[in-house]
Each structure stands twice: as structure tokens, then as C-alpha cells.
T-cell receptor, first 110, second 115 residues
Framework: KQEVTQIPAALSVPEGENLVLNCSFTDSAIYNLQWFRQDPGKGLTSLLLIQSSQREQTSGRLNASLDKSSGRSTLYIAASQPGDSATYLCAVTSGSRLTFGEGTQLTVNP | NAGVTQTPKFRILKIGQSMTLQCTQDMNHNYMYWYRQDPGMGLKLIYYSVGAGITDKGEVPNGYNVSRSTTEDFPLRLELAAPSQTSVYFC??????????????FGDGTRLSIL
């Protein structure tokens, strides 16, 4: 059974700091890995999708990497802003199922 | 472009009552999903559909039913509400399957409390 773990569960940083969120998964036989953002009271917004054959994806200040063999992914956020405050979830697709981690709650302080 | 729309946004039910959570999407996506999210937890798949008339169970289907009569709509039915079904329910859709290149689009959720 695929299990996805995110560390840390919560993170508070000052504005402008570069930060890394971590995601690990137990079964390396995945099709893709996605990073989502969830704002309070809202649904999930897909940020980045990395196919199993890819090593990384970039969008603006966000960069996600994937090391399938070690079962790890990182989301790097450059020059963090208060508007980045949200919960970030990673999810992996294996078989016909999308398995989510429990998320990292990020607070960026002005 | 509305995307994925869920109604209602909030609901309180008594134990044993029934209700239907509505979900509609206007992106002509074949794939639709229902998830539940308990506090501090990730999302768990309840049911999914790969097209009109085709549905299948996810990880936690017990106590729920779905139907998919049109491409746009994918309602979730609770027949006998139980306190364990208190959760936030998310509907999502995608152009292709979960293992494909297209991400899922999510609605804003229905917050359901069973008392």
C-alpha cells in the first residue's frame, strides 16, 4: 500500500526566505507526483505535476524535484511572500489511485 | 469558466438522515472523483468515474453511493448519515486519468457535520 509522508507538518518563516518542503513515498512504482496548494476553506490547486520520467518541474518561484528511486520529492519556494501562506500537499499516482500526504502548513510572516 | 462547482458549501445533518452532495463541471472532463478530507489529514478517494454511466469504488466507499448520468454531473449520496461521515468533501475532475499528464481540478468543498 502506498504511503505518503510530508515533513514538516507546519513551518513558519519570515518573508523573503527560501524554503524547502519535503515529501516521501513508500512505493517507487509511480506514474507521477503532484504538488497542490490548499487555502483555508478552499479546494486544492495544482501547482506542479512531475511525470515519473522527469526529474524536476519549475513554475515561477516554485521548483519541484523528484527522485523516484529514493521515494522523495522536494518543493522549493524562492523568496517567500506572505501570499504563499497555505497548506501544501503532495500526491502520487500509483496503479489507478492518487495517494495524498497530510500536508505542510506554511506561514510566511511579513 | 466556473470549473468544478459543489453545492451546498455547508450542511448539518442528523444521524440517519440522507442527502446528496452535488458536483458539476463545465470543462467536458471525462474523469471525476469524490474525496473526503478529515482534519489534519490528506484526501482519501471515495468513488470515481471514467465517463458517463461508469463508476468505481475508491479507498473508502462504504456508506456512499454515486451515479454519473451525464458528463457534467457526479452527485454523491449519503443514505444513512453517521458521525464518522463528518468531513469535508471535495469533488474533482480531469481530462485524462490520474496517471496522465493533466492535473485534477478541484471544487471548493462541502463541509458536512453529522450530529
Amino acid at each position: 500500500k502506498q504511503e505518503v509522508t510530508q515533513i514538516p507538518a507546519a513551518l513558519s518563516v519570515p518573508e523573503g526566505e527560501n524554503l524547502v518542503l519535503n515529501c516521501s513515498f513508500t512505493d517507487s512504482a509511480i506514474y507521477n507526483l503532484q504538488w497542490f496548494r490548499q487555502d483555508p476553506g478552499k479546494g486544492l490547486t495544482s501547482l506542479l505535476l512531475i511525470q515519473s520520467s522527469q526529474r524536476e518541474q519549475t513554475s515561477g518561484r516554485l521548483n519541484a524535484s523528484l527522485d523516484k528511486s529514493s521515494g522523495r520529492s522536494t518543493l522549493y519556494i524562492a523568496a517567500s511572500q506572505p501570499g504563499d501562506s497555505a497548506t501544501y500537499l503532495c500526491a502520487v499516482t500509483s496503479g489507478s489511485r492518487l495517494t495524498f500526504g497530510e500536508g505542510t502548513q506554511l506561514t510566511v510572516n511579513p | 469558466n466556473a470549473g468544478v462547482t459543489q453545492t451546498p458549501k455547508f450542511r448539518i445533518l442528523k444521524i440517519g438522515q440522507s442527502m446528496t452532495l452535488q458536483c458539476t463541471q463545465d470543462m467536458n472532463h471525462n474523469y471525476m472523483y469524490w474525496y473526503r478530507q478529515d482534519p489534519g489529514m490528506g484526501l482519501k478517494l471515495i468513488y470515481y468515474s471514467v465517463g458517463a454511466g461508469i463508476t468505481d469504488k475508491g479507498e473508502v466507499p462504504n456508506g456512499y453511493n454515486v451515479s454519473r448520468s451525464t458528463t457534467e454531473d457526479f452527485p454523491l449520496r449519503l443514505e444513512l448519515a453517521a458521525p464518522s461521515q463528518t468531513s469535508v468533501y471535495f469533488c474533482a475532475s480531469s481530462y485524462g486519468p490520474q496517471g496522465g499528464y493533466q492535473p485534477q481540478h478541484f471544487g471548493d468543498g462541502t463541509r458536512l457535520s453529522i450530529l
